[in-house]
């Protein structure tokens, strides 16, 4: 049987208390830091402010900055590779989220010291990540409890994506086209280093189509690990998603990255499926169509289309398309041959302007 891994889930607040909870991680899972190059990874997707629960917020990271700075680590770093297009929009997605400020002079844009290493997947044969990725004695990862129309959840594996540089993220979207195959992407980069530690900021959380919608939830949790597929699972379990639900940290799980199953797991708090809390729209239609889907995957999508009463057009969606499906005249038109379903246009619209719409749609192979 194997070892059971720990997950911490305390009560915490964006208040002063926040250090004591984050100094009690530090000391439970014993992480030595002193003399050591120390990499801090939070989630910043996108340039949106701390409510929107987008991006860690900011008192967590400089809650563990202090932590670092008082455990003497040698060399701190902070940082994340936001969107999928533009490289130099690392720093004012980091001062918009509030991240810069809180990170102070420990920040660093990532973006601007590209490697490219090997990447085990029938994908890619390599990809670009940032160096300070591989330089690191210690990386602690600070995800954000969010839900994610592909992956489900925007947890501890998913986190690691910010490893990639703008352009690659869009290039493994375009490649890895199905639900499956970019949760095995998904977990081939997640591969590279694994983290350390995982604290995830469970405080303000997303609900609903994540993993920036509009939809806040007030959770007040803090959850960290040293196991990031301990942490997905229980995220998912807090969600109310079966384990089978949640490729990514199925996939990792089998091989061998970390241990998935609950009953093997030493919780140390309070699990509990969260009252009330909205699954992304994409799993819900899954579930209600699931004995349909049996029959033949793919009759039942749910695609993204625009809401014109909401949408600005700002072009963001289309800028952020890795098949360039999307053209602008003047709204949002997907052409749905080369759409993929990564749902990116959804993730990067400021506005929540684009929604999930169900189609049947007849492939071919149904014929036969």
Known sequence: M?????????????????????????????????????????????????????????????????????????QIIVGDNSGMTQYGANEEAAARSGIL??????????????????????????????????????????????THTLTMISGAIKNSYGFLLGGEKARLH????????????????????????????????????????????????????????????VIGAMMNLKPSEVQTTVEAAARGLGVADIGLLEIDGALAPIEGFKLPGSLLRGRVFNWLARLASGVIVSEPRPDTNICLRCNLCRDHCPTEAITMSPYPVIDRGKCIRCYCCLEFCPHEAMKLSPRVRFIRRLAR
Not at 39 to 54: C, Q, S, T
Not at 103 to 126: E, M, Q, T, W
Not at 190 to 214: E, H, T, W, Y
């Open 2 to 74: 194997p070892e059971k891994h720990r997950v911490l889930i305390r009560q915490a607040e964006y208040d002063k208390s926040l250090d004591s909870v984050i100094e009690e991680i530090f000391e439970a899972f014993g992480v030595n830091v002193a003399g050591r190059k120390v990499f801090v990874k939070p989630n910043i997707l996108a340039a949106r402010e701390p409510d929107k629960a987008v991006t860690t917020h900011p008192s967590i990271v400089s809650a563990v900055v202090a932590s670092l700075e008082k455990r003497r680590a040698a």
């Open 101 to 146: 400020d809180a990170a102070g002079k420990y920040f660093r844009n990532i973006g601007a010291s590209p490697v490219r290493v090997g990447l085990h997947s029938p994908y890619a044969h390599d990809v670009a990540i940032s160096k300070e990725i591989l330089d690191c004695d210690v990386l602690i990862s600070l995800p954000k409890f969010k």
């Open 174 to 233: 375009r490649v890895a086209k199905s639900r499956d195959a970019f949760a095995r992407t998904v977990v081939d980069v997640f591969s590279l280093r694994v983290p350390d530690l995982v604290i995830c900021d469970g405080i303000l959380a997303m609900q609903g189509n994540g993993p920036s919608s509009k939809d806040v939830f007030h959770l007040g949790r803090v959850i960290a690990s040293t196991d990031s597929v301990a942490m997905d699972a």
